[in-house]
């Protein structure tokens, strides 16, 4: 990927693509292709779908407890 933030590609399987379409207006293929470094990502749309699928993956990714 040719930005400054880097995605796995391993890691972009836990995103579903959809969510972010919808959300920005835009294609499934193109939020795909920003987040695997297939189109350049120097838009403010592309920026905002890479920051928010990153903080997606970190919320995946976090462990948390759970208290009863």
Do not use: F, H, N, W
């Amino acid at each position: 990927m040719k930005t400054q933030t880097k995605v796995e590609k391993e890691k972009l399987r836990l995103l579903k693509y959809s969510p972010l379409a919808e959300k920005y207006g835009c294609s499934v293929g193109y939020v795909r292709m920003v987040l695997l470094g297939e189109r350049v990502s120097d838009s403010v749309r592309a920026q905002k779908i890479l920051r928010d699928a990153v903080d997606m993956l970190e919320i995946l990714e976090r462990e948390t407890k759970v208290t009863l």
